[in-house]
């Protein structure tokens, strides 16, 4: 076995670990991908969920405040 030969076999042998540690490494790459997918789609749910209650907290609200206001204004014309 010349110089050659070993060269050849040591170049192989890398390359060969190198490729697999590059799959295992797309691998778990795809797996986090994965899992931040899932954790930005509850986030949207989440941010939906809270835009719906600001939306139904709003027009319940808007009414409750002009409501006030009115009875405040009531109430002080009827003082004088």
């Not at 042998?13 to 590059?22: D, M, N, W, Y």
């Not at 797309?26 to 941010?47: D, F, G, N, P, W």
């Not at 809270?50 to 006030?68: C, D, F, G």
Request: aromatic share 6%; glycine share 2%.
């Amino acid at each position: 076995m010349d110089a050659f030969q070993i060269l050849v076999l040591i170049l192989g042998i890398t390359l060969a670990v190198f490729l697999l540690l590059g799959i295992v490494a797309a691998v778990y790459v795809v797996k986090v991908l994965r899992h931040v997918e899932a954790i930005s789609q509850k986030a949207e749910t989440a941010m939906d969920y809270a835009q719906t209650a600001t939306k139904t907290l709003a027009t319940a609200v808007s009414p409750a405040l002009i409501a006030q206001a009115l009875i405040k204004q009531v109430k002080k014309s009827f003082r004088k």
